[in-house]
């Protein structure tokens, strides 16, 4: 009987080393993959650091983080927790409102119509929305009622004017000017995401009869102009914008948890939406829209600028395709003439005046920009969302970062500048 218990507790022994041993390995073998992609493991543990500290210090509830260098992920944690409220731990996998990182989705399937020959990016958008063949602009406001006096605006909004946020379009209820949200507000505009039963084509030509902000192509004012393209491209497919991302976009890079609306059965991985208050984190209330959007409601307003759910792990599918010629895996959604044309600054005439560079589809680092210091590389591009989600790819560098949060109305949350310089200065090679 002795025999038999040292023979149990023998093997037992072997197994624990046996696994610990597969466990160093693993670990060995992660820690050279980094190295050989010339990442510093040491720097990577500042990021570790900083968000663990953000979290203790109540700047964020929660963040995951990823990297990725040369088309490898090579960092990829989940830190605090996914909802407060009920203690809920926040997972790699979660899933997050990716609000405006929808926008450079969208562009990029304008752009791969375009390279089918379906449309000219200098068109008037009013030769496939006719509703814009009416282009006006705002002569005098009545604040009393909303109402408004206009003028014909001197040219008619393009598409490019739309991909550059240069149309005069406004964003309503997150418009700088007042005057805007309330006449968008008044004609029943929908700005970012709703529960409502309405289409983003029934939106889109309510817009079309608004005033400008200013005339098409003279400055650049952040817009729902991304909005109007998603309609557009449902135009021009014959498919509805979901179906057309799941089937030309989604499917092609292998990104499984990137869509409008989730399936009931990935409710669970949704990220709550939180702002803090009175010492702690709690879901943030119902505004001009309800934040469980993704999970309830019709489900039908498909916005191209903002609507979409993703994960860091898939958007860093979707940026790597980019930084690897519009190609990925053996799927190209882009040529390499495409991509250069999409990541060159399409709006000098204007980018002196505004400090803002972009492309047909993210916003740009310049020389200027990169010269300020952790930034990245000159063509770095760029954007972020809503709810302080971000990322940034570097071609010269190979090189993404991805930092995503969930919150709303913070004050003291510096996390995204300091992820970006600490991602920047991980480089070893």
């Known amino acids: ?48 650091s900083m968000l663990s500290q953000s979290i203790e210090e109540n700047k964020v509830p929660g ?12 960092y990829h944690k989940a830190f605090g927790l996914a909802d407060n409220t009920s203690g809920k731990t926040l997972e790699k996998d979660a899933i997050f409102r990716i609000a405006s990182q929808t926008k450079a989705i969208t562009s990029t399937a304008v752009m791969m119509l375009w390279e089918e020959g379906k449309f000219g990016l200098d068109e008037p958008i009013l030769k496939y929305i006719p509703e814009f063949k009416n282009a006006i602009l705002l002569k005098s406001f009545n604040e009393a009622d909303s109402s408004f006096t206009t003028i014909p605006a001197e040219n008619y909004i393009t598409i490019r004017h739309l991909l550059t946020h240069t149309s005069g379009l406004g964003y309503g209820q997150i418009d700088g000017d007042s005057r805007f949200k309330k006449i968008y507000a008044k004609a029943g505009v929908i700005d970012l995401f709703t529960t409502k039963d309405i289409s983003i084509a029934e939106s889109v030509k309510i817009l079309a009869k608004l005033p400008l902000h200013h005339n098409p192509g003279e400055r650049f004012t952040y817009s729902e102009s991304i909005d109007v393209l998603g309609y557009f491209i449902e135009i021009i497919s014959g498919m509805p914008l979901d179906e057309f991302f799941k089937t030309r976009i989604f499917e092609p890079l292998g990104m499984k948890d990137t869509q409008f609306y989730l399936p009931e059965s990935k409710y669970d991985r949704l990220v709550t939406v939180q702002t803090f208050e009175n010492g702690q984190w709690v879901k943030f209330p119902v505004t001009f829209y309800d934040t469980d959007y993704p999970k309830k409601g019709a489900k039908r307003f498909f916005s191209g600028g903002a ?113 970006r310089i600490l991602v920047n200065a991980v480089l070893a090679d």
């Not at 693993?26 to 720097?43: A, C, D, F, Q, Y």
């Not at 963040?63 to 090579?74: D, E, F, P, Q």
């Not at 882009?334 to 993210?362: K, M």
């Not at 109305?409 to 995204?416: A, E, P």
């Open 1 to 48: 009987m002795k025999r038999l218990i040292f023979a149990f507790a023998t093997a037992i022994l072997l197994t624990a080393c046996f696994k610990k041993e597969a466990s160093i390995k693993e670990e060995l073998h992660t820690s050279t993959k980094v190295l050989n992609e010339g990442i510093s493991n040491e720097r990577l543990s500042r990021i570790d």
């Open 63 to 74: 963040a995951v983080a990823l990297i990725s260098r040369n088309g490898k992920n090579v």
């Open 307 to 419: 609507g979409l759910t993703s994960t860091a792990s898939d958007y860093a599918k979707f940026l790597n395709m980019y930084l690897n010629g519009g190609e990925l895996n053996g799927k190209r959604l882009l040529s390499r003439t495409t991509v250069e044309t999409i990541l060159t600054n399409q709006i000098p005439y204007i980018s002196e005046d505004i400090n803002a560079v972009h492309g047909l589809a993210f916003g740009l680092v310049d020389k200027k920009k990169h010269d300020l210091g952790g930034n990245g590389s000159e063509g770095t591009f760029e954007w972020g969302g809503y709810f302080n989600t971000q990322y940034f790819a570097d071609p010269k560098e190979n090189l993404i970062g991805i930092l995503m949060k969930q919150t709303q109305r913070t004050k003291n949350d510096d996390t995204s500048t300091k992820f």
